[in-house]
């Protein structure tokens, strides 16, 4: 319904008409009542819609991570891997050491029946450092060599623990009779695994007669050169040495 109002103007008689919409009034003034009997709930919903975007804006973005496999439970030296020993963590990329055993390695499993050479702790990240294999050398010296040696006294071997520093001397004698002599072959180096550590069964080196009293020590080439073939000239004995 419209409402026509006619008003004249000009020497002439010329009329201006004004048509004005009831409806839209109406509906203008339906939404300024609405607004304002809502004035205080619509004040509301905009200072919350204000303070969610404030928070949105202030949270910190989500920190980059990468993922690796860490020690599902405490694992004792010369522990053979299975795939349930191993679980994914994701930690910052910073904190990932160099050779971290991977998601995509636990796929493949290529360290799968290898023996740690070490314990390890329950969560304590997993490098190929931890493993028998090349892996015994890492941080060493360059020229470093890995030189089993077999002591006269197997028992020994339960003494030692990785890293343990020793001195390794070769006792001889000259005849049944003969006087005695010691030599230091090596002084201070660092026991890398002993047959103590192997697994009861399987593994690189298991632990049986073969091995009982067997030593893996890190040397100098020169170290090597004098403790190879030792055992055959006396019987070889540790000192521990700090």
């Known amino acids: 319904m419209r409402d026509t109002r006619t ?10 008409t004004w048509q004005v919409s009831h409806s839209r009034q109406s509906t203008r003034s339906r939404l300024r009542r609405w607004v304002l009997r809502r004035r205080r709930l619509l004040a509301a919903f905009l200072l919350c ?36 020993d191993l679980v994914e963590a994701k930690v910052s990329p910073v904190m990932v050491p160099d050779e971290a055993l991977r998601p995509d390695d636990q796929q493949a499993s290529p360290w799968a029946g290898s023996q740690v050479s070490g314990p390890v702790r329950r969560g304590e990240v997993v490098t190929d450092a931890a493993l028998l294999g090349k892996g015994l050398l890492v941080g060493a010296p360059p020229g470093s060599q890995a030189v089993p040696v077999r002591l006269a006294d197997p028992s020994t071997v ?85």
């Open 49 to 84: 819609a204000a303070a969610a975007i404030a928070v949105q804006q202030l949270t910190p973005a989500e920190p980059a991570t990468t993922t690796i496999l860490i020690a599902a439970r405490d694992l004792p030296a010369g522990h053979t891997l299975t795939r349930t």
């Open 158 to 242: 339960q003494l030692l623990h990785q890293g343990q520093l020793v001195n390794i001397v070769l006792t001889s004698s000259q005849g049944i009779d003969g006087p005695t002599s010691n030599e230091v072959l090596a002084s201070s180096v660092p026991v890398l695994w002993t047959s103590a550590f192997a697994a009861s069964s399987g593994g690189l080196l298991p632990s049986t007669h073969d091995s009982d009293g067997l030593v893996v020590i890190a040397a100098t080439a020169s170290q090597s050169a004098l403790l190879a073939g030792a055992s055959v000239r006396g019987k070889i004995f540790l000192v521990l040495v700090s």
């Open 7 to 16: 008003a004249r103007t000009g020497p002439f008689g010329h009329t201006q």
